[in-house]
């Protein structure tokens, strides 16, 4: 008995260390939330599915007659949200499919953090387009290609929202960040009004594919694309409330932003002309 509890003594502190991160591992990886407890839907009438085991996989569907979208019950003022996502296969010339946070558009000042992944034919890479809104105003577009092919795997896209920055990542790893340049007297940034976060896939082939040059084929209809897994961090002490970028993340960073970014509003002369936004002149994002 001695030697037993000795030994299980000796066991605990490891057992504790090994439970507390599988716990940690399974809030933030595996977040398997259940999508009708969280969402609803926004349109597309039955375009919009869920199925699994604890309602934890969302599909949603485009056709000749309508695309679909779910948005979150709850709006949420900062936060980590973390989704995967199975992009649509195949010729998905035309489809765009979403993530992303919006406050209430109506008041016409709203603000937006998103994630568009435009389709292409096949065997032509998507485009990964993100932007960000304040007060009504956005014009803050970056687009990227990827390094793997989305739609044969869910991979997990993250939005990270707190008081001094937005990052954007597709697998952990950071491909954009915008930050708040509020002290440094540019006022761009969503920090008063609480967001929703929204999905949907629609029709966009007036401009979505090389500019609206090529079209939806509807023979390939209906198109589907999946999402699971979500994770919703708005934990008053979680560590996305200082998340900032460390070494590690500021080498994927500049890997992401050398082989695979192919826009970036900040070096837009054409369409600025004298006028870039202040935070390029300034910081040259
Ligand atoms: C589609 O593929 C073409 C050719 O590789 C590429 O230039 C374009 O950026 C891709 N994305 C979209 C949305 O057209």
Redesign the pocket.
């Given at each position: 008995m001695g030697i037993l509890s000795n030994n299980l003594a000796n066991k605990l502190p490891v057992i504790h260390v090994v439970m507390v991160a599988v716990v940690m591992l399974s809030s933030i990886v595996y977040g398997a939330g259940n999508f009708l407890e969280v969402f609803e839907p926004t349109f597309g009438g039955s375009r919009v599915r869920v199925f699994g085991p604890g309602n934890t996989q969302l599909a949603l569907t485009l056709d000749r007659g309508s695309g679909s979208g779910f948005r979150s019950k709850r709006e949420y003022l900062f936060g980590r949200i973390d989704m995967q996502i199975k992009l649509v296969p195949g010729n998905s010339?035309g489809t765009v499919t979403t993530f992303y946070l919006s406050s209430d558009q109506s008041t016409g000042r709203h603000d937006e953090i998103d994630f568009e992944f435009?389709?292409?034919?096949s065997g032509?890479?998507?485009?990964i387009h993100t932007n960000v809104f304040s007060q009504g105003q956005g014009n803050r577009e970056q687009q990227f290609?990827l390094w793997f092919d989305p739609t044969l795997n869910f991979h997990t896209y993250t939005i990270l929202w707190n008081p001094q920055l937005i990052m954007f990542k597709i697998d952990q790893t950071p491909i954009r960040v915008f930050r708040n340049y509020e002290n440094e007297g540019i006022p761009f940034f969503p920090k008063v009004q609480p967001q929703r976060i929204y999905a949907s896939l629609w029709n966009a082939d007036d401009w979505?594919?090389?500019g609206g040059r090529?079209k939806t084929d509807w023979s390939k209809a209906p198109f589907s694309a999946y999402y699971r897994n979500f994770n919703i961090d708005t934990s008053i002490n979680g560590a996305w409330r200082t998340h900032d970028l460390d070494a590690n993340g500021r080498m994927r960073l500049r890997w992401v932003q050398k082989n695979y970014m192919?826009y970036n509003y900040c070096t837009d002369w054409n369409r600025f002309s004298q006028n870039l936004p202040p935070e390029c002149k300034k910081y040259g994002v």
């Open positions: 010339a435009l389709g292409n034919v032509q890479p998507y485009t290609h979505a594919t090389q090529v192919i």
